[in-house]
């Protein structure tokens, strides 16, 4: 590519004679533009068009005036003409149904106009003749003009029609991708091969001349002969022309030039599998984007020299990416800039955007939340200078009347008729009243007026888009209007107004005027604007937009080839290249255009149905051709350990993903005699139903069972919550009733309940405590305060044990307990005490376990957690004795009756289903030892 634009730039800067440049897409007009700027300083001398600008613009200059049709003036043409034919009567039979057939006789027709002497028969010849008497056929007419002499230099790949209308213009020279220095015109793919020879023997040709073509057809290179069809026909027809070739061959190095050498010689070596091509598959969409970054970072790491505007990134339809592609490359964890081209002119426009959404309100049911999101659009809020408060006090009005749907006055209940006329009572009245439980202040009048006159006005616009017809002058001033009254100055009207130009006078629905207008809209070409000129460039994979990069990526490669698109109206088979031909032959120069990597990624889970899929038969000939295994399967989220082996093909350079990927590593297990191969994760809930009542533990945890007297704490009163009342306390600003009103407390019983359990434990607090809680989440990097009364830890980690949850009641100078002191008091905050022990340094607090009902203070010298987490796994196998009340006769060496000697809701329960056995209980001998050992302390 280089060379070609070396060359191109020698001619361009020859003379000043007048020069146009045909170019097959932005893609290649920018690249060309680039490289004459590094090598000349400037980037003129030329005007740049596409195939089919180019030729309008040289038959102007020759005088010769065109009238070619456009999808949509055809299209228009074809709504009117198409219920007119007696054969399609059975098959039109609604107005959609007549739009759609349009469509797809027009792209028909599109293409039978590129191809000479085109023989149709039935109603199509009819209609094609009858469409291009009232048009020029674009292959007929440029077959007969005579070009001005004018220098015209075509670049790349560019379809027949416009091929040999350039070539007879004496001044026209073409540069053309070639990526063999041998003769491949002739080449036949073994398919084809196999498909002639069938043909020839049913055609009755003698097997000794099938067996000669076999022979002479039996040498060809794989690759070229399955991608290069295109190409080889093209290199075919430039051999009339005279041509001089500029072949180089690259060093060597890897893989991927060893193939593009084979290439250019034409031959085929055994191949050493390294890390220049590259095959990777992803669960989902989301993910192959999160794999291309990481992929991405590591060849930035590798290489110094590598730029992110040396990557050049392509995916079968670009739009599919484009939220990705912001999200995570956008990202402030590593972000890389980065630019996306080709997108609809609709996706990055927020006028197009609310337009097309209100051609979509047509035929609605007028529900409120369809309606109202159409005032959310940015330009539409701007333009009736409505803000965001006044939305949001807009739907709080329509939520208090009751809105529902529909718009007309037959709809007696929750209409917007009905909703208008209760916004104007509750805007006279001054006080709550049936209408409106908060009347409307006079001050907001001005709101509520805008959005009645929007509404209304939006009401009557698309009651005429629903009920009438009018010409196309008619409708474009009609746009128009309704632009000025919503969205502001529209730019399209004028095309409106040229397609009428080519028509004959004729009334057209609303939802005609739609189509063409969404077909202007949605048109390619757009792009993100660069985030810097040093970016990664996102584009769609289409023919025209390879480009030399030393990086060449492929997302969605599982969807490549596109589809084509078959019709069984078509009634001329040979319409020029098929759009697999093209896409074969784009993977060919992508191929040849890729200077140090090619990557290829897909997704390997379908996001339709969940099932296995494979990448696509290209990527799967190509490594065939290879012999080669270069697949790597990723695993289903950025943090997986995977990606911290030794040996992992890439690595994780995020630090939020390396450090989650950290802690589920595996660990040494070190409970002597407890399974812990794998991480478990405890929260201090579970620590404390353990502490207060192990059968409950073991029937909720292990079991499964919960009985209907258990209730939630946290139910009742959230600790941040506690927490946020005591303070309030301790400061004098406490109103329990005040709360209760404001609805900060639980309802009902629960209100009473809770006001009970807060007075008691307020009660025997100091005046000069500040408390606060603790959340500990595996979220959490760092610790930082979230409130006065709340701090976030990260998860406490103890070996392959993570302890997250809420830890209440905690101050400067220790850990508050608000109980007694005794054996059974304790007992029950014992596991939290031991966790805040842990994390005490972290809030640069005091690791006591403070007892203000009895002014006294329980400091704690050794470590006892590990202890307490190998006898919560021993818990959860069987249920252990050792409740509150039973602990302090136990660690006497006394083991109390199970049945009657502690009354217990659950052990009574238990008792009557024999849940769970006796053989199940865990022997007290047997834990004695390190139940003494865990509560020595307490002792």
């Given at each position: 590519?280089?060379?070609?634009?070396?060359?191109?730039?020698?001619?361009?800067?020859?003379?000043?004679?007048?020069?146009?440049?045909?170019?097959?897409?932005?893609?290649?007009?920018?690249?060309?533009?680039?490289q004459?700027?590094?090598?000349?300083?400037?980037a003129?001398?030329?005007?740049?068009?596409?195939p089919s600008?180019?030729?309008?613009?040289?038959?102007?200059l020759?005088?010769?005036h065109?009238?070619?049709?456009?999808?949509?003036?055809?299209a228009l043409?074809?709504?009117?003409?198409?219920?007119k034919?007696?054969?399609?009567?059975?098959?039109?039979t609604?107005p959609?149904?007549?739009?759609?057939?349009?469509?797809t006789?027009?792209?028909?027709?599109?293409?039978?106009?590129?191809?000479?002497?085109?023989?149709?028969?039935?109603w199509?010849?009819?209609?094609?003749?009858?469409v291009?008497?009232?048009?020029?056929?674009?292959?007929?007419?440029?077959?007969?003009?005579?070009?001005?002499?004018?220098?015209?230099?075509?670049?790349?790949?560019?379809?027949?029609?416009?091929?040999?209308?350039?070539?007879?213009?004496?001044?026209?020279?073409?540069y053309?991708?070639?990526?063999?220095?041998?003769?491949?015109?002739?080449?036949?793919?073994?398919k084809?091969?196999?498909?002639?020879?069938?043909?020839?023997?049913?055609?009755?040709?003698?097997?000794?001349?099938?067996?000669?073509?076999?022979?002479?057809?039996?040498?060809?290179?794989?690759?070229?002969?399955?991608?290069?069809?295109?190409?080889?026909?093209l290199?075919?027809?430039?051999?009339d022309?005279?041509?001089?070739?500029?072949?180089?061959?690259?060093?060597?190095?890897?893989?991927?030039?060893q193939?593009?050498?084979?290439?250019?010689?034409?031959?085929?070596?055994?191949?050493?599998?390294?890390?220049?091509?590259q095959?990777?598959?992803?669960?989902?969409?989301?993910?192959?984007?999160?794999?291309?970054?990481?992929?991405?970072?590591?060849?930035?790491?590798?290489?110094?020299?590598l730029?992110?505007?040396?990557?050049?990134?392509?995916a079968?339809?670009?739009?599919?990416?484009?939220?990705?592609?912001?999200?995570?490359f956008?990202?402030?964890?590593?972000?890389?800039?980065f630019?996306?081209q080709?997108?609809?002119?609709?996706?990055?426009?927020?006028?197009?955007?609310?337009?097309?959404?209100?051609?979509?309100?047509?035929?609605?049911?007028?529900?409120?939340e369809?309606?109202?999101?159409?005032?959310?659009?940015?330009?539409?809020?701007?333009?009736?200078?409505?803000?965001?408060?006044?939305?949001?006090?807009?739907?709080?009005?329509?939520?208090?009347?009751?809105?529902?749907?529909?718009?007309?006055?037959e709809?007696s209940?929750?209409?917007?008729?009905?909703?208008?006329?209760?916004?104007?009572?509750?805007?006279?009245?001054?006080e709550?009243?049936?209408y409106?439980?908060?009347?409307?202040?006079?001050?907001?009048?001005?709101?509520?007026g805008?959005?009645?006159?929007?509404?209304?006005?939006?009401h009557e616009?698309?009651?005429t888009?629903e009920?009438?017809?009018?010409?196309?002058?008619?409708?474009?001033?009609?746009?128009?209007?309704?632009?000025?009254?919503?969205?502001g100055?529209?730019?399209?009207?004028?095309?409106?107004?040229?397609?009428?130009?080519?028509?004959?006078?004729?009334?057209?629905?609303?939802?005609?005027?739609?189509?063409?207008?969404?077909?202007?809209?949605?048109r390619?070409?757009?792009?993100?604007?660069?985030?810097s000129?040093?970016?990664?460039?996102?584009?769609?994979?289409?023919?025209?937009n390879?480009?030399?990069?030393?990086?060449?990526?492929?997302?969605?490669i599982?969807?490549?080839?596109?589809q084509?698109?078959?019709?069984?109206?078509?009634?001329?088979?040979?319409?020029g290249?098929?759009?697999?031909d093209?896409?074969?032959?784009?993977?060919?120069?992508?191929?040849?255009?890729?200077?140090e990597?090619?990557?290829?990624?897909?997704?390997?889970?379908?996001?339709?149905?969940?099932?296995?899929?494979?990448?696509?038969?290209?990527?799967?000939?190509?490594?065939e051709?290879?012999?080669?295994?270069?697949?790597?399967?990723?695993p289903p989220y950025?943090?997986?350990?995977?990606y911290?082996?030794?040996?992992a093909?890439?690595?994780?350079?995020?630090?939020?993903?390396?450090?989650?990927a950290?802690?589920t590593?595996?660990?040494?297990?070190?409970?002597?005699?407890?399974?812990?191969?794998?991480?478990?994760?405890i929260?201090?809930q579970?620590?404390?139903?353990?502490?207060?009542?192990?059968?409950?533990?073991?029937?909720?945890?292990t079991?499964?069972?919960?009985?209907?007297?258990?209730?939630?704490?946290?139910?009742?009163?959230?600790?941040?919550?506690?927490?946020t009342l005591?303070?309030?306390?301790l400061?004098?600003?406490?109103?329990?009733?005040?709360?209760?009103r404001?609805g900060?407390?639980?309802?009902?019983?629960?209100?009473?309940v809770?006001?009970?359990?807060?007075?008691?434990e307020?009660?025997?607090?100091?005046?000069?405590f500040?408390?606060?809680?603790?959340?500990?989440?595996?979220?959490?990097?760092?610790?930082?305060?979230?409130s006065?009364?709340?701090?976030?830890?990260?998860?406490?980690q103890?070996q392959?044990?993570?302890?997250?949850?809420?830890?209440?009641?905690?101050?400067?100078?220790?850990?508050?307990?608000l109980?007694g002191?005794?054996?059974?008091?304790?007992?029950p905050?014992?596991?939290?005490?031991?966790?805040f022990?842990?994390?005490?340094?972290?809030?640069?607090?005091?690791?006591?376990?403070?007892?203000?009902?009895?002014?006294?203070?329980?400091?704690?010298?050794?470590?006892?957690?590990?202890?307490?987490?190998?006898?919560?796994?021993?818990?959860?196998?069987?249920?252990?004795?050792?409740?509150?009340?039973?602990?302090?006769?136990?660690?006497?060496?006394?083991?109390?009756?199970i049945n009657?000697?502690?009354?217990?809701?659950?052990?009574?329960?238990?008792?009557?289903?024999?849940?769970?056995?006796?053989?199940?209980?865990?022997?007290?001998?047997?834990?004695?030892d390190?139940?003494?050992?865990?509560?020595?302390?307490?002792?």
């Amino acid at each position: 590519m280089e060379v070609l634009v070396k060359e191109l730039s020698s001619a361009l800067f020859k003379n000043f004679s007048r020069k146009i440049v045909i170019v097959p897409s932005d893609e290649v007009k920018s690249i060309i533009f680039s490289q004459l700027a590094k090598e000349k300083g400037v980037a003129f001398g030329a005007k740049f068009y596409k195939p089919s600008q180019g030729a309008q613009i040289i038959l102007h200059l020759s005088k010769l005036h065109s009238n070619f049709p456009t999808p949509n003036s055809l299209a228009l043409y074809l709504e009117q003409e198409l219920p007119k034919i007696p054969e399609l009567e059975e098959v039109l039979t609604s107005p959609k149904c007549i739009r759609d057939f349009a469509d797809t006789i027009c792209q028909l027709f599109l293409r039978y106009a590129k191809v000479e002497n085109i023989q149709l028969t039935g109603w199509q010849k009819t209609l094609y003749a009858k469409v291009f008497a009232l048009w020029d056929e674009p292959a007929k007419f440029l077959a007969l003009a005579t070009p001005a002499d004018i220098e015209v230099h075509v670049f790349g790949v560019i379809p027949k029609l416009y091929r040999d209308f350039f070539a007879k213009m004496p001044r026209t020279r073409f540069y053309f991708l070639n990526p063999t220095n041998e003769f491949w015109g002739d080449l036949v793919s073994e398919k084809s091969r196999q498909r002639l020879a069938k043909f020839y023997e049913q055609k009755g040709v003698a097997k000794e001349e099938i067996a000669q073509f076999l022979e002479l057809t039996e040498e060809h290179h794989p690759l070229l002969a399955n991608f290069g069809r295109l190409g080889g026909e093209l290199f075919t027809d430039y051999l009339d022309l005279p041509y001089i070739e500029r072949f180089t061959e690259s060093q060597a190095k890897n893989l991927l030039h060893q193939v593009q050498n084979d290439l250019l010689h034409m031959k085929q070596s055994e191949y050493i599998a390294d890390d220049s091509i590259q095959l990777h598959s992803a669960c989902s969409l989301s993910r192959e984007v999160e794999v291309l970054k990481t992929t991405i970072l590591n060849l930035l790491a590798e290489d110094p020299n590598l730029q992110p505007a040396d990557i050049f990134v392509l995916a079968p339809n670009i739009v599919d990416y484009e939220s990705q592609i912001t999200r995570v490359f956008g990202s402030s964890d590593l972000p890389i800039p980065f630019e996306i081209q080709d997108l609809p002119f609709s996706r990055r426009s927020d006028p197009a955007q609310a337009l097309l959404y209100l051609f979509s309100l047509q035929n609605c049911a007028w529900e409120r939340e369809e309606i109202l999101k159409f005032f959310h659009f940015s330009c539409v809020k701007e333009h009736l200078q409505l803000s965001d408060e006044e939305l949001k006090t807009i739907e709080k009005w329509l939520e208090a009347v009751h809105l529902k749907w529909g718009y007309q006055e037959e709809h007696s209940v929750g209409t917007w008729n009905e909703a208008f006329r209760r916004l104007l009572i509750g805007l006279a009245m001054e006080e709550e009243n049936e209408y409106l439980a908060h009347p409307i202040e006079l001050s907001e009048a001005e709101t509520l007026g805008k959005f009645l006159q929007a509404a209304t006005a939006l009401h009557e616009n698309l009651r005429t888009m629903e009920k009438e017809t009018h010409t196309l002058p008619e409708w474009a001033s009609f746009i128009s209007q309704v632009c000025e009254r919503f969205i502001g100055p529209a730019t399209f009207q004028e095309e409106l107004l040229q397609i009428c130009e080519t028509l004959p006078p004729a009334t057209y629905p609303f939802a005609s005027i739609a189509r063409a207008i969404r077909r202007t809209l949605t048109r390619s070409g757009d792009r993100v604007r660069p985030q810097s000129q040093n970016c990664i460039t996102f584009t769609s994979l289409k023919l025209g937009n390879a480009r030399p990069a030393k990086v060449i990526a492929l997302l969605g490669i599982e969807k490549f080839p596109h589809q084509e698109t078959f019709t069984s109206l078509q009634q001329v088979q040979d319409l020029g290249p098929t759009t697999c031909d093209e896409d074969r032959y784009l993977f060919l120069e992508l191929l040849i255009s890729a200077r140090e990597k090619l990557l290829f990624f897909y997704a390997n889970i379908c996001a339709k149905d969940g099932r296995e899929q494979s990448v696509s038969f290209l990527v799967q000939e190509f490594m065939e051709y290879l012999k080669l295994d270069l697949h790597i399967s990723h695993p289903p989220y950025p943090f997986h350990p995977q990606y911290l082996l030794p040996n992992a093909p890439i690595k994780e350079f995020s630090p939020l993903n390396f450090a989650k990927a950290t802690r589920t590593l595996p660990r040494t297990p070190f409970f002597q005699g407890v399974e812990t191969e794998k991480s478990t994760t405890i929260t201090t809930q579970q620590l404390k139903k353990l502490a207060k009542n192990p059968l409950r533990f073991y029937l909720n945890e292990t079991l499964g069972i919960h009985l209907p007297f258990e209730y939630d704490e946290e139910f009742l009163l959230a600790p941040w919550e506690k927490n946020t009342l005591k303070q309030l306390h301790l400061s004098g600003q406490l109103e329990i009733t005040e709360h209760a009103r404001r609805g900060e407390l639980p309802s009902g019983l629960f209100e009473k309940v809770a006001i009970l359990r807060l007075e008691k434990e307020i009660e025997p607090l100091p005046k000069n405590f500040e408390l606060f809680s603790v959340e500990l989440k595996e979220s959490c990097e760092k610790p930082y305060q979230l409130s006065l009364y709340k701090w976030i830890l990260p998860a406490l980690q103890i070996q392959n044990v993570t302890i997250t949850g809420e830890i209440e009641n905690i101050s400067k100078e220790g850990m508050v307990h608000l109980a007694g002191s005794k054996l059974y008091e304790l007992l029950p905050i014992w596991p939290l005490f031991l966790v805040f022990q842990k994390i005490a340094p972290q809030l640069d607090c005091k690791a006591d376990l403070l007892l203000p009902k009895e002014e006294k203070r329980l400091s704690l010298s050794g470590d006892y957690l590990e202890s307490y987490l190998e006898y919560f796994e021993e818990a959860k196998k069987r249920p252990s004795p050792f409740t509150p009340r039973a602990t302090e006769s136990l660690l006497k060496g006394k083991e109390p009756p199970i049945n009657t000697q502690f009354v217990d809701p659950h052990l009574q329960w238990a008792q009557v289903r024999k849940i769970p056995k006796n053989e199940d209980w865990t022997p007290f001998s047997l834990f004695i030892d390190k139940e003494k050992l865990l509560y020595s302390p307490l002792i």
